[in-house]
């Protein structure tokens, strides 16, 4: 794993081209943004005693390619659940603000047929795409799917691979998406799991886009992550649909899946409009 998304130096990170997005060359894609505040908040959560339950980003400007901080702190503590927020800042003030839960991790009796990893059992015939003892055809099986054309030779779209078991960047509807970090998220430090999910977590509204890019825009003010288990493997499967309405606001769902099965849920706010 060659180059990373960022480099440390002090309470600084400062940006590679890999963090650029498809729609501005001078702004990042919010994945790796995202990524570097949930490291940073996995970071008060006093190692393996603790786990991130759900993170939810206010995407207050397009976050730029320049030096950034990130700031984080517990606000509510406890010993079973524990609130904590986040900024990300460059030198003009916050570019991202976030709240997450982080909860306590133990070991709890739970009857068969419930868990993730007990097969459908009992909720086999839920409505939600979260589907017990499903997981999507892997990413051996899936077709590699090549981004649509940013004018750009590097960023975001060249540090991650993407496998599509339905849909693509140019085939608009609903997808499901297999990908994979090619990089590391800051310096040599190997990816964790968290990472690689909050990394990935934001592009299913770019995976499912229902709206011709070239006469739509669609852009995403805010991320929910929610997570009921770690991530395991290196690929993380968006399962994603994409829905805009005429009043300009639009809706991203994603069901989150490692090769084992559903790990969790990611929700966009969409404003919607036809480009000028």
């Known amino acids: 794993m060659a180059g990373a998304f960022f480099a440390a130096d002090g309470d600084r990170y400062f940006p590679t081209e890999l963090t650029r997005g498809p729609w501005d060359a001078g702004s990042q894609h919010a994945g790796p943004p995202a990524a570097l505040i949930g490291r940073e908040i996995a970071g008060l959560g006093r190692g393996a005693e603790r786990e991130l339950g759900r993170i939810t980003y206010e995407i207050l400007r397009p976050v730029p390619i320049a030096p950034l901080t990130v700031d984080a702190r517990v606000v509510r503590p406890g010993r079973a659940v524990e609130l904590v927020e986040a900024s990300l800042s460059d030198s003009d003030g916050e570019v991202i603000r976030a709240r997450a839960w982080l909860l306590r991790r133990g070991e709890v009796d739970i009857p068969s047929g419930l868990s993730s990893e007990d ?158």
């Open 119 to 276: 097969g459908p059992g009992t909720l086999g015939t839920s409505p939600s795409t979260l589907r017990p003892g499903f997981a999507p055809p892997g990413p051996d099986e899936a077709e590699p799917g090549g981004f649509f054309d940013t004018g750009q030779d590097v960023g975001y779209h060249t540090a991650m691979d993407y496998r599509f078991v339905r849909g693509g960047f140019t085939e608009p509807g609903p997808a499901v998406a297999w990908m994979r970090m090619r990089v590391r998220l800051v310096d040599d430090e190997e990816p964790t799991p968290l990472e690689r999910v909050l990394v990935a977590a934001d592009s299913g509204n770019g995976v499912s886009s229902t709206l011709d890019w070239s006469r739509f825009m669609f852009i995403n003010v805010d991320l929910s992550v929610h997570l009921h288990r770690p991530m395991t493997g290196e690929w993380v499967c968006l399962d994603a649909i994409t829905i805009p309405e005429r009043s300009g606001i639009g809706i991203a769902d994603t069901a989150l899946y490692d090769e084992r099965g559903p790990i969790g849920r990611a929700d966009q706010t969409l404003l919607v409009d036809a480009r000028r």
